[in-house]
């Protein structure tokens, strides 16, 4: 193998890896973020525990997206 094959190689590894990572802060907001803002639209009464998990949703989908982008960017 050549070297441009295996920097091309390392770049296609990292590519995939990093919208792994995207994808599941995707997933993450979906499912936490979106479900806990129907479910305090639907039941008001049970503001705080729909808002830490719709807060705690965001932080972790957060750190999956940055994980993402620095495996992405990474030279």
Known sequence: MTAKED???ERTSREMLGKYFFDMSKAIFTTMVATSLINLILSPND???ALSIAL???LVSS???YIGYTIVKRK
């Open 56 to 58: 705690g949703g965001t």
């Open 7 to 9: 920097r091309e190689r």
């Open 63 to 65: 750190i999956f997206a």
């Open 47 to 49: 503001d705080y525990s």
